[in-house]
Nanobody, 122 residues
């Protein structure tokens, strides 16, 4: 499995942005979940959102609940992260990653895509 993230950019506070993660290859039982993480300068990589691939069940970090939405397109083999009402604190490199189970830290992720930079600034 290979993951390719895209969609980052420079936006202003309050704006929206949509990230996409294209999945290449066949998902296995080690990739039951697809997740988004982010890493801000000088900080550890943190969990943002996750979705169980088959059932579509979703989880979010408290910091993004109500603003971010994760979704998956089984036909297109993509996972998206719709980010609304962005704040300067959302500035980070965003990564998609697969995992076999529910994860709350980067340690549990199995396959990582390259990051895409999101900058929220006025």
């Amino acid at each position: 499995v290979q993951l390719q993230a895209s969609g980052g950019g420079l936006v202003q506070p309050g704006d929206s942005l949509k990230l996409s993660c294209v999945i290449s290859g066949r998902l296995t039982t080690s990739d039951n979940f697809m997740n988004w993480f982010r890493q801000a300068p000088g900080k550890e990589r943190e969990f943002v959102a996750g979705i169980k691939w088959r059932e579509g069940k979703k989880r979010y970090a408290d910091s993004v609940k109500g603003r971010f939405t994760i979704s998956r397109d089984s036909g297109e083999y993509t996972v998206t992260l719709q980010m609304n009402n962005l704040e300067p604190e959302d500035t980070a490199v965003y990564y998609c990653a697969s995992s076999s189970g529910v994860v709350s830290t980067a340690v549990g992720a199995r396959v990582w895509g390259q990051g895409t930079l999101v900058t929220v600034s006025s």
